[in-house]
């Protein structure tokens, strides 16, 4: 059995957890947040998690998650479903266009959980707890590692730092034969290695262009959600957006704009002008039009978004052992995609498969370094890509330019290829719609909708018939202009 330090008590801290505690290790998780246990979904919404500001935004809790869930913790997916959660099925609310679809065995997996970021948390620290080989220590963070082969100066020669333990916020220190490191985007990994000699570590930020506003509403008593046979978000470029269920009769709406625009940030941190701008979108105008009342007072901002990637590998070797991180604290992506749940757990189930197939150090640590860069980093590269192209459209946009008016620029004619082929082929053939849920859902790798030929040419097909219909329907006000008047 081997002693394991989490640092972090969030998702994938938690995941990190139970991964480990259910594979033979015994685990202390230390959070900094001073969080006690609520007793009620309602009440995990109040959380004061200052170290986890993201925790009040949408989150979308992906089939990878999901059927990790169902196929090796069946009790967290249970108690999450008492908890007020509910599964989201490919094959039910589908448009009325599509008359193509028939059930396949695999549309078992593609299922999606419906449920607050916090009531998620609430519920996986619950199981966790139960577990006599958890203890979480609430209120005390980490201020860094003690390591063996560091005198305070320098390693010894031809040695790699090994830590030992960490040092708490309290004075207290905890030994431990492995330290994994779940304290999300903001935890200084840099700095807690620095400290004991080792700065080697490669790090490769990419701004994603975005600032995010979310906002909570509740059904009223005698209301139910809208039909969800229609789209759930939309991309207008000046503005991104989408809906998202919740537990307990709950949802949210989440708007990104480009970090330049002042001015839209400025007004859509009013409530009252959030949700004028909601009602104006095609995807969540049917949300509220009366069925529903917000839950909380204000609109929740997020900022300083970013892909990150962080290289524990020097010349084949690990830069450091006794240490290995997981979740956003070793490779994030823009949480606008909503992957970051979905691939904390996955990274720590990548974790604790690498630690029960090896038992030294330096190959459990190259095992887990490998499976990261083979099954989550190509999504950080796509993550990279899409925000670049974003980033290029919005800029176009706010200046007031055309981004497609350099018809010789392949990027300009996949920017058509999606308008005029895949979305509405996504509306009109089951075949492109599954393939497409399928990869949002990361049960199929980055490029698979581009390598698949059948999916490629059914999307070319109606891509080439673009003349023959109307314009695809606008998701929203044809320009930033135009919302800004509407709003108003």
């Known amino acids: 059995m081997v002693d394991v330090v989490v640092v972090g008590g969030s998702i994938a801290g938690l995941s990190a957890a139970l991964t480990l505690s259910r594979s033979g290790h015994s685990v202390t998780v230390v959070e900094r947040d ?3 246990m609520p007793n009620s979904p309602d009440e995990a919404f109040e959380w004061d998690r200052r170290g986890a ?3 009040r935004h949408s989150h979308a809790f992906l089939a990878r998650l999901y059927t990790t869930l169902r196929d090796r913790y069946p009790d967290v997916l249970a108690d999450l479903l008492d908890a007020g959660a509910t599964e989201v099925r490919f094959g039910t609310d589908l448009p009325p266009t599509i008359t193509n679809y028939e059930p396949l065995i695999d549309d078992e997996d593609v299922v999606m959980l419906a449920c607050r970021r916090t009531t998620f948390e609430w519920v996986l620290r619950q199981v966790v707890l139960r577990s006599p080989a958890v203890t979480i220590r609430t209120g005390v963070g980490l201020e860094g590692f003690i390591a063996a082969g560091w005198n305070g100066s320098s390693t010894a020669p031809g040695s790699i730092p090994t830590v030992t333990g960490v040092r708490l916020s309290d004075g207290s220190r905890l030994a431990a034969e492995l330290v994994v490191v779940a304290s999300g985007r903001r935890g200084d990994l840099g700095q807690w290695l620095a400290e004991i000699g080792v700065e080697s570590m490669v790090e490769t930020t990419d701004d994603t262009g975005i600032v995010y506003l979310s906002r909570f509403y509740r059904l009223l008593d005698d209301c139910d959600y809208p039909p969800r046979s229609g789209p759930i978000g939309g991309d207008l470029g000046y503005i991104k957006y989408g ?3 919740g537990d307990n009769r709950t949802f949210s709406v989440t708007l990104a704009i480009p970090t330049d625009d002042v001015e839209l940030r400025r007004r859509l941190t009013d409530p009252q002008t959030f949700d004028s701008c909601a009602r104006r979108l095609v995807a969540t105008s049917t949300w509220l039009d009366g069925r529903a009342e917000p839950i909380v007072d204000e609109v929740h901002v997020m900022a300083g978004l970013v892909n990150r990637r962080r290289v524990l590998v020097d010349d084949g070797m690990p830069i450091v052992l006794g240490m290995l ?6 490779v994030c992506t823009n949480p606008l995609y909503g992957r970051g749940c979905s691939t904390a757990m996955w990274g720590a189930q990548l974790l604790a ?4 197939a090896h038992h030294d150090a330096s190959t459990q640590a190259l095992a887990y370094f490998a499976a990261v860069e083979e099954e989550i980093v190509p999504w950080y590269r796509a993550s990279v890509h899409q925000d670049a192209e974003a980033k290029r459209v919005a800029s176009a946009l706010l200046a007031g330019q055309d981004p497609d008016a350099d018809q010789s620029d392949s990027r300009t004619f996949l920017r058509g290829v999606f308008r005029d082929g895949l979305a509405p082929a996504m509306r009109t053939d089951a075949v492109v719609l599954r393939a497409v849920f399928r990869n949002f859902n990361l049960l199929t790798p980055p490029d698979a909708l581009l390598s698949d030929s059948d999916v490629s040419a059914r999307v070319l097909a109606v891509w080439n ?10 998701l929203g006000p044809a320009s930033r202009t ?3 008047a509407l709003i108003n």
Do not use: C, I, K, W
């Open 53 to 55: 500001p993201q925790v």
């Open 465 to 474: 018939d673009r003349g023959n219909r109307p314009p695809e329907p606008r």
């Open 243 to 245: 809906v998202f269920s």
């Open 34 to 36: 001073d969080t006690p």
């Open 482 to 484: 135009d919302l800004l």
């Open 325 to 330: 991180a997981v979740g956003d604290a070793y």
């Open 353 to 356: 498969d690498a630690l029960a």
